[in-house]
């Protein structure tokens, strides 16, 4: 590894929360520069040029939106929402507005560094184009050259619009998707309000991907935000 | 009333000059066979005839008529009024006399038929109020339900203004009705306000004002002020009306005590049952939050002053029994919130179209830890109509739900989830096989702070007592039924539902290419 570390902006005012995210990622090898304020943290953003940006949801100098709106007019860097729960709505916000992901409040050190993990790789391969066949959790095998899709062997028939909604989420694997963003992507721009068909249809598409639908191991839910298709163990190819 | 009299009264005096003028006729026919004696007796009878039937007036018309023709036609020298026996003066006054006993005897009688007969007009309106008072729900209502009966008892409409903004300091105020623009009703309501008599039309005080004004007095005083509007106030009322009007505003009076009591007895419940809350809610924070904490203080503070010697295993214990207690803090506090929002009304649901599976599956994968020692099966059929939720709060409702089975029942037992649609409803049931619930306790662990007895597993009777009540509030909330059942076989079940309002919008036609 002769890359230089990857640096991480963490922009947060709660001083504990500041030294336990410090503690972990300079554990697994990042760079960490800290912001206090939403100000400094822009300060920080365009200063430092991170790689991946830790935003808490809720800093007192200045709203969310805002804070989310100047970072991205900054750095193309990833977004990383920290929030507590019951702030859906306000997440889902920060994500419609083109922050990348959330953790919510308390979270594990495994699940923080696999978010970072992911925003990284997918900020480094945008895909767009999938071409080879990529393997999934639960034995699920997608050939999008082919447009089929396998579950233990056996080929899946999925309708045009199951596998549009696959094939999204897919493109963003590990991440997370709003429900406005799946319906503007897979039905068009006019049905970003229609969260039921999205339902539906991930409902359908879980019946015939997973073992046990109430139980999924490939496409989870995330309350009141959307919808993320687990990370896979390996990166996607071309 | 007295017109009526005048009229009755033409055909009394006719009726009692007809009943002597008969006596007379027996008298002349049957003369040869009768001694004047005889004549006076049948004359005397159509007296007491009369006078048991008639009016003073009509009896005493007929004794002057039996006496006339007694002395006209049946005493020397006949065809005159002449006496020769003085006797016969005794005759006339004996005649006098019992008509006079007789008809004071049958008007007592007559008066008080009338006076029961009114009493009991005014008992059975008493009656009818309060029966409508009873049923009447709310001051308004109350007053609005009185006011009718007012109505009815004086022939015109009646109207109740409540004491608020009819009392002020130093200048009265009047309710926003026209008929407080005249000023003689305005000093009239003022009287009967503050004097607490009733004023106006149809009463002994301001008859010339063309309303009655009606205090309505309770223990407290005057706490309500009616109006009675006749078409016409040149009638007046009928002294029994007046009455029965009168008994009616004391019967509303007490009405409005009564309510008035009820109020201040339901506020002090409330007040009480808070003060229960708070009492519990204290012990229930400082024994639940403290607990943890002290935990965490003391495994925190040993891992940094006995970092070097303590062996790696230990480390470890104390590092599990630290996040176990952070967990366990975490949850009691979001229960607490969830309490606080369902308690004041703060819980916003926001309701989309859902399928339930989704909701039970976060909860399912957010419970894995919990759930690791129980193998849970789940039952929903895959055609179960979607339902309109708010996906947080349901998910809510699954983890204490599950929660609750996890802790009460034994290692190893399985927890099953199933749903079906009955009814327009969603039915929901998380059962477990622990130890299930005494059936006298059934609606009893909805209640806030009850906590099943310690049993099972190791950490029963850990829980905050508040998961059932916060599940009702959201159930509640969304329109459906939260119960426990006993479960066949033994342990606890809870069943809920969900209303399934209609069916979302179609879905579109598969768009374009995948």
């Known amino acids: 590894m002769a890359a230089p570390l990857p640096l991480v902006l963490i922009i947060e005012d709660e001083l504990h929360m500041r030294q336990a995210l410090r503690a972990i990622l300079a554990g697994s090898g990042f760079q960490v520069v800290e912001a206090a304020s939403a100000r400094e943290g822009l300060m920080q953003a365009s200063g430092r040029n991170p790689e991946v940006i830790l935003l808490d949801l809720g800093l007192p100098d200045l709203d969310g939106r805002e804070v989310t709106r100047s970072l991205r007019h900054l750095t193309s860097a990833p977004i990383i929402v920290i929030s507590a729960r019951g702030q859906e709505h306000d997440k889902v916000q920060l994500l419609d507005l083109g922050a990348d992901d959330y953790l919510t409040k308390p979270f594990g050190a495994a699940e923080l560094l696999a978010r970072i993990r992911v925003a990284l790789r997918h900020a480094a391969q945008p895909l767009e184009d999938l071409e080879a066949p990529i393997t999934l959790p639960g034995a699920v095998m997608v050939d999008p050259l082919r447009r089929q899709v396998f579950r233990g062997g056996t080929e899946v028939h999925l309708t045009p619009t199951e596998y549009r909604l696959l094939l999204t989420l897919l493109r963003h694997a590990g991440r997370v998707l709003t429900h406005r963003q799946l319906l503007e992507q897979v039905w068009g721009r006019q049905y970003a309000a229609q969260t039921h068909y999205l339902r539906v249809y991930m409902a359908q598409l879980r019946h015939k991907l997973e073992a046990d639908p109430t139980r999924p191991r490939l496409l989870l839910t995330e309350p009141g935000v959307g919808y993320r298709l687990r990370e896979l163990s390996e990166p996607l190819k071309r | ?514």
């Open chain 2, 1 to 514: 009333m007295k017109a009526r009299m005048a009229h009755w009264g033409t055909g009394e005096y006719v009726r009692a000059g007809g009943i002597v003028a008969a006596a007379t006729g027996v008298c002349l026919a049957a003369r040869p066979r009768l001694a004047t004696v005889d004549i006076a007796m049948i004359l005397l009878l159509s007296v007491v005839a009369t006078a048991a039937r008639y009016r003073r007036g009509p009896a005493l018309l007929a004794s002057l008529l039996s006496t006339a023709a007694f002395d006209y036609l049946f005493v020397p020298p006949y065809y005159t009024f002449d006496v020769f026996n003085p006797s016969y003066f005794l005759t006339f006054g004996v005649m006098l006399i019992v008509a006079l006993l007789m008809t004071g005897l049958t008007a007592r009688i007559r008066e008080q038929r009338v006076r029961a007969d009114e009493r009991e007009q005014q008992s059975r309106a008493l009656y009818a109020l309060e029966a409508d008072l009873a049923a009447a729900d709310g001051h308004d209502a109350l007053l609005a339900t009185a006011a009718a009966h007012l109505g009815r008892a004086a022939d015109a409409p009646a109207t109740i203004f409540s004491a608020e903004g009819l009392v002020s300091d130093g200048g009265a105020t009047f309710p926003e009705d026209p008929v407080f623009e005249d000023a003689a009703v305005r000093v009239a309501a003022m009287w009967a306000w503050t004097r607490g008599v009733a004023t106006g039309w149809g009463t002994d005080h301001g008859g010339e004002v063309p309303v009655m004004l009606l205090p309505v007095r309770a223990a407290t005083g005057t706490v309500a002020l009616a109006t009675i509007r006749p078409a016409d106030p040149a009638v007046s009322l009928s002294s029994a009306q007046q009455a029965t009007v009168l008994a009616l505003a004391g019967a509303i009076g007490s009405a409005l005590d009564r309510q008035l009591l009820a109020q201040q007895n339901e506020r002090a419940r409330a007040d009480v049952e808070a003060e229960r809350l708070r009492t519990a809610l204290l012990s229930s924070l400082s024994h639940d939050l403290r607990t943890p904490l002290a935990g965490i203080e003391t495994s925190a503070s040993t891992l940094l002053d006995e970092a070097a010697t303590l062996p790696a295993a230990t480390r470890h214990e104390l590092l599990g029994s630290i996040l176990e207690e952070s967990r366990r803090m975490t949850r009691l506090i979001g229960n607490l919130l969830s309490m606080i929002r369902v308690e004041t009304g703060m819980l916003a649901v926001q309701q989309s179209w859902q399928p339930l599976e989704e909701v039970l599956g976060v909860a399912l994968l957010r419970m894995e830890e919990r759930l690791k020692a129980h193998p849970v099966t789940t039952h929903i059929p895959a055609d179960l109509p979607m339902v309109t939720i708010d996906e947080l709060l349901i998910e809510q409702v699954f983890l204490n739900l599950l929660e609750n089975a996890a802790r009460y029942a034994p290692a190893g037992s399985p927890i099953d989830v199933s749903a079906y649609s009955e009814d327009a409803s969603v039915v929901v049931e998380v059962a477990d096989r622990g130890p299930g619930v005494p059936a006298g306790d059934k609606e009893r662990v909805f209640e806030r702070f009850y906590r099943g007895p310690a049993a099972g597993s190791a950490d029963a009777g850990a829980g905050s007592g508040l998961g059932l009540t916060i599940c009702r509030g959201i159930i509640t909330a969304h329109g459906g039924k939260i119960w426990m059942v006993a479960r066949p076989g033994g342990g606890a079940a809870v069943r809920f539902t969900i209303p399934v309002a209609g069916v979302p919008a179609p879905l579109p036609a598969a768009s374009a290419t995948g």
